[in-house]
C-alpha cells in the first residue's frame, strides 16, 4: 500500500502538530474501522470549515464572518487592543472571560531561524489601529522567549504614538507554582515585576 491512499492519509495526519508517524498510523486504522460514524462525518466537517471558516481581516481572527463575532460585539472596549501572536493565544485570553478588548493576530514573531521578518508579520493593520483616536492602550500578549520580546519592542517602537499607553503582560511565578521547581529566568522576572502586597 505504499503511495496509497492509506499511506498518503498517514503522511497528512503525521504533518499535524504534536503527532508521529505511530499516532499517525493509529490514528488513520482508528478512522477507518470507523468509517461511517467518524471518517465520513469528520471528512464533512474539514470540508465545511475550509469553506466557511476566514481570517477576519480587522484582527486576524479565525470566524464565519468577516469582521468576526469579537470586533462585531459592540460590549467590547475599542480603547483596548490585545496584541497575540497566533489564533490559538487569543482563544486562550477569551477562554479566562477577564479580558473585554479587541484583539489583534500577527500571525506569528519574528525569528530569524525560521526566517520570519517584519513583512511576514500582519503589522500594517495594527499600525492603522494603533494610530486612531479611540485606541488608548495596546497590550502585548506575547511569549516570554527571545523572539516573543524581541518581537514585543519590534511593535512598540513601530506603533509608539503620543497618548498610547503600551504594556505588557506580567512575568514570573505560576499560581501554584513552587520556587523550588522554577527555572531561574521565571524567578528573576517575578523579583523584578514584584508589587507591593495587600
Request: with cysteine; aromatic share 2%.
Amino acid at each position: 500500500m505504499q503511495g496509497g491512499p492509506l499511506d498518503q492519509l498517514i503522511k497528512r495526519l503525521s504533518s499535524l502538530p504534536g503527532l508521529g508517524n505511530r499516532s499517525a498510523r493509529r490514528i488513520a486504522l482508528h478512522l477507518l474501522n470507523r468509517k461511517d460514524t467518524l471518517m465520513l462525518p469528520l471528512a464533512e466537517d474539514l470540508q465545511q470549515a475550509a469553506e466557511k471558516i476566514r481570517e477576519c481581516e480587522q484582527c486576524g481572527n479565525l470566524d464565519m464572518r468577516d469582521p468576526c463575532s469579537l470586533c462585531s460585539d459592540a460590549r467590547r472596549d475599542i480603547s483596548q487592543i490585545c496584541v497575540v501572536a497566533h489564533v490559538s493565544d487569543l482563544w486562550a485570553i477569551e477562554r479566562t472571560s477577564s479580558y473585554k478588548g479587541l484583539y489583534h493576530v500577527l500571525g506569528g514573531v519574528l525569528s530569524a531561524l525560521d526566517g520570519i521578518g517584519p513583512e511576514q508579520l500582519n503589522l500594517r493593520p495594527l499600525e492603522s489601529r494603533a494610530a486612531l483616536p479611540e485606541t488608548q492602550e495596546i497590550i502585548l500578549a506575547l511569549s516570554a522567549t527571545v523572539d516573543g520580546q524581541s518581537t514585543a519592542h519590534y511593535v512598540a517602537d513601530r506603533i509608539a504614538r503620543e497618548g498610547l499607553r503600551i504594556t505588557h503582560l506580567a512575568h514570573g511565578v505560576p499560581v501554584g507554582g513552587e520556587l523550588d521547581y522554577l527555572d531561574d529566568g521565571t524567578i528573576v522576572t517575578a523579583l523584578k515585576s514584584r508589587k507591593v502586597a495587600g
